[in-house]
C-alpha cells in the first residue's frame, strides 16, 4: 500500500483546507485560513457581513481557487483540478443553496429541482421522481408543474433547497440561506437541512450571521476581516475594504 502524501488531509475530514488566500480586486478576503469538516457534520460559519465567508464557501466548493492554501475534498486535492473537473465535482457531489433562488424561469418547478440530476444524465422519469419527493417534503409538491414565477419567495427558496439536495450531495454549502426569509419559513428551512443531513450524512457548510440559523449547527467558526477569528495579527491589518457580495450562480 502506498503511503499517502504528509500534506494529504486527516482521514476522518471529508472536507479538508489549509491556509487559503484570497484577494478581491487587491483587497484581501481570506488571509491564511485552515479548516476541517466530518462527514455527517453541520458547521456554522459566522462573521459580520463582509468577513469572508461567502468566498470561504467558494473556495472549499471549487467554485473558486484559491491563490495559495490547499483544499481537499476526500482526499483528493480540488486546489489542483481544471476548471472541468472543479465543475464535475460541484454538480456530482456536491449542493449549493445561497440568498437568491435563482430558478430557470423556462423551466418548471420539478426541473429546477431535478437540474443536477438532468444535467448528469439522469433517466427523466427518476429524476422527476427524486425531485417530487423533495418537493413534498418542503410542502410545495403542488407546484411541481408551475414556473418559478407563480410562486413566492419563500415557495422559491424551497425549490433551491429541493435542488441542493435532490442528488444527495456529500457536502452542501448553505451561504446565508434563510436572509430572506420569515421566522416560520426559516424554521422549515433550517428543519428540513438539518433533517436530511442527519439522515443521509451530508456535510453542511453553513454561513450566516443569524445567531439562530447558527444554533441548529455542531459547531461554529467565526470569521473576521478575512481570518479566522482571534487569529487576526495585528501587525498585518486587513484593509476596511469588504469583500465583494456578488452572487454565485449555480453550477451544474
Not at 64 to 72: D, I, N, S, T, Y
Not at 123 to 140: F, G, M, V
Not at 184 to 190: C, G, K, Q, V
Request: hydrophobic content about 45%; charged content about 20%.
Amino acid at each position: 500500500m502506498v503511503a499517502p502524501p504528509d500534506n494529504a488531509p486527516p482521514d476522518n475530514d471529508v472536507l479538508w483546507a489549509r491556509s487559503l488566500q484570497y484577494s478581491h480586486d487587491g483587497s484581501p478576503a481570506l488571509v491564511g485560513v485552515s479548516v476541517g469538516v466530518r462527514q455527517g457534520e453541520i458547521l456554522a460559519l459566522t462573521g459580520p457581513r463582509g468577513s469572508g465567508k461567502t468566498t470561504l464557501l467558494r473556495c472549499l466548493s471549487g467554485q473558486l481557487r484559491p491563490e495559495q492554501g490547499e483544499v481537499w475534498f476526500n482526499s483528493v486535492p480540488v486546489h489542483t483540478m481544471g476548471a472541468l473537473a472543479r465543475e464535475r465535482l460541484r454538480r456530482d457531489r456536491f449542493g449549493w443553496i445561497g440568498p437568491e433562488p435563482q430558478l430557470l424561469p423556462e423551466l418548471k418547478v420539478w426541473e429546477n429541482a431535478a437540474l443536477p440530476l438532468l444535467l448528469a444524465g439522469a433517466p427523466h422519469r427518476a429524476a422527476k421522481s427524486a425531485a417530487c419527493e423533495w418537493l413534498d417534503r418542503l410542502d410545495i409538491g403542488g407546484f411541481a408543474r408551475k414556473r418559478p414565477g407563480a410562486l413566492t419567495r419563500a415557495e422559491s427558496q424551497r425549490v433551491a433547497l429541493a435542488r441542493a439536495l435532490v442528488n444527495e450531495p456529500a457536502v452542501i454549502f448553505a451561504d446565508d440561506p434563510t436572509a430572506p426569509l420569515h421566522r416560520a419559513e426559516r424554521a422549515l428551512l433550517l428543519r428540513t437541512l438539518t433533517t436530511a443531513a442527519r439522515s443521509h450524512e451530508i456535510t453542511v457548510l453553513l454561513a450566516t450571521h443569524d445567531e439562530a440559523t447558527a444554533a441548529v449547527a455542531d459547531r461554529r467558526l467565526a470569521l473576521l476581516d478575512g481570518r479566522l477569528a482571534g487569529t487576526a495579527a495585528a501587525s498585518s491589518p486587513v484593509p476596511d475594504t469588504p469583500e465583494g457580495q456578488a452572487a454565485c450562480s449555480l453550477s451544474a
